[in-house]
């Protein structure tokens, strides 16, 4: 070979080492997802983990795969994990630990604190365009967008109604009660009602009412007394208050009346066994109950809003999941660009073509499948579930709360079996949550 043939051979060889370390994206590479090289037309592959039930994955599928065709340059794998959010959040935490994360989650709304604090989630922030918020229910969004950042985006909103018996109601002589929330009973016409609707004794006996004295599922009854168990910037708890200590004295005495099975009663049969065998006059309950009680064929039942204390304004905790990316991603931008896909109409619709999700998070989705969803009720009835969502509230939490709920939990239950006054027990879990605050 000649001596230019050489040198000709030798600057070739330089340049495809050159444009090779160009090619390049400088990353040692991804355990979660595909990660190929910037413009290299490499389809982007995103792992989503969720937490459902078998009979709900046809739906979270059918909205996957709508991304997936919409979007030829990414493809989502959906990872179904088998167990309760306690197993997923687990499995997360490891994933993270161990560098090996999905891009996507849906997350516990109760999570959300912990991971966060963390620094296990990406902020949406960056990512966002001009995405607009306006467009959606100011309490699902309002969790998740602080402080400049945003680190989910709502699956859709879950609230708390009363669920009654209409036919135990007619039968008892009780006026059914509205569906406007502004015109939802007292806690006197509650007792009332409660009373007339308690009879019998023993596994027969037929309740008024069931008091859950969870504090996630209480709490409504302290808001609209005007009371809560955190204080407004979270520093400090409030369950001591007279308003607080009135409203927890008040669901004492449901139970103490006789008015509510114990909690040792619902042990052995759980609560929505009570209300579908018609043993149960009115339930405090979430949408999530719903569709077991859709299948009701031995009497008519009905929803109405919450019956509200001294205040008299009505209130309900909203429950909103959340989808997020996990820390650990090497395809933030694309994976923020599938969880706005998530809350667009075409993939709420999915949502509610196969009744999972919760209430749709897009107003005007909520407002155009109104007549499609919640189907054993009347058009009147399914306005107290969307009224619910206007006036709903998050849960004040902290990236403790479930320590705090579980240390609050273990006291009220003394008070659900009458072991510890209420009044008593709101003074020292005040003491206890301040301590856990600090």
């Known amino acids: ?45 995103l792992r989503m983990s969720i937490v459902a039930g078998a009979d709900e994955m046809p739906g979270w599928q059918g909205m996957v795969d709508a991304f997936n065709n919409a979007h030829p340059d990414t493809e989502i794998k959906l990872e179904r994990l088998p167990g309760g959010w306690g197993e997923y959040v687990q499995k997360m935490t490891a994933q993270i630990a161990a560098g090996d994360p999905p891009d996507i989650g849906r997350l516990g709304v109760v999570y959300m604190p912990m991971f966060s604090s963390k620094g296990q989630l990406e902020d949406l922030t960056p990512h966002l365009g001009n995405f607009d918020k306006s467009q959606y229910y100011a309490s699902a969004l309002e969790q998740y967008d602080q402080n400049g950042q945003m680190f989910g985006m709502p699956t859709g909103v879950y609230t708390m109604a009363m669920y009654y018996n209409k036919d135990m109601f007619e039968e008892a002589g009780i006026p059914l009660p509205s569906s406007d929330w502004n ?26 009412v069931y008091v859950n004295l969870n504090p996630e599922r209480a709490i409504q009854y302290l808001w609209s007394n005007g009371g809560g168990i955190l ?11 007279p308003e607080s200590k009135e409203a927890l004295s008040y669901l004492q005495s449901l139970i103490q ?58 209130a309900t905790p909203n429950f909103v999941d959340a989808y997020v990316v996990y820390k650990g991603s090497k395809h933030v931008k ?3 660009e599938a969880l706005k896909f998530f809350v667009s109409e075409e993939a709420e619709n999915i949502l509610v073509d196969n009744n999972i999700g919760g209430i749709p998070v897009l107003k005007s989705v909520a407002d155009a499948r109104k007549v499609d969803m919640f189907e054993a009720l009347s058009l009147e009835e399914k306005e107290v579930w969307f009224q619910s969502v206007e006036i709903s509230q998050a849960l004040p939490f902290t990236s403790n709360w479930q320590e705090l709920m579980d240390t609050t939990m273990k006291k009220l239950d003394l008070v659900g079996f009458g072991r510890l006054d209420a009044g008593q027990a709101a003074d020292e879990l005040a003491v206890e949550l301040d301590k856990m605050l600090e």
């Open 334 to 336: 694309e994976a923020t």
């Open 231 to 241: 204080n407004e910037d979270r520093s400090k708890s409030i369950i001591n208050a």
């Open 1 to 45: 070979m000649s001596k230019l043939s050489l040198k000709i051979a030798a600057v070739s060889l330089i340049a495809s080492l050159v444009l090779s370390g160009c090619s390049s994206n400088g990353s040692s590479g991804s355990s979660s997802g595909s990660s190929p090289g910037e413009g290299s037309g490499e389809k982007v592959t």
């Open 257 to 314: 009346d006789g008015y509510s099975p114990t909690p040792a009663d619902t042990q052995t049969t759980p609560v929505d066994q009570l209300f579908q065998s018609g043993k149960l006059g009115m339930l405090i309950e979430g949408t999530w109950m719903m569709p077991g009680f859709s299948k009701i064929d031995s009497f008519e039942w009905g929803v109405a809003p919450i019956p509200v204390g001294a205040t008299g304004q009505p």
């Open 183 to 208: 015109e939802a009973w007292t806690f006197d016409e509650l007792r009332e009602a409660a009373s007339k609707l308690t009879k019998g004794e023993g596994p027969n006996k037929q309740y008024g």
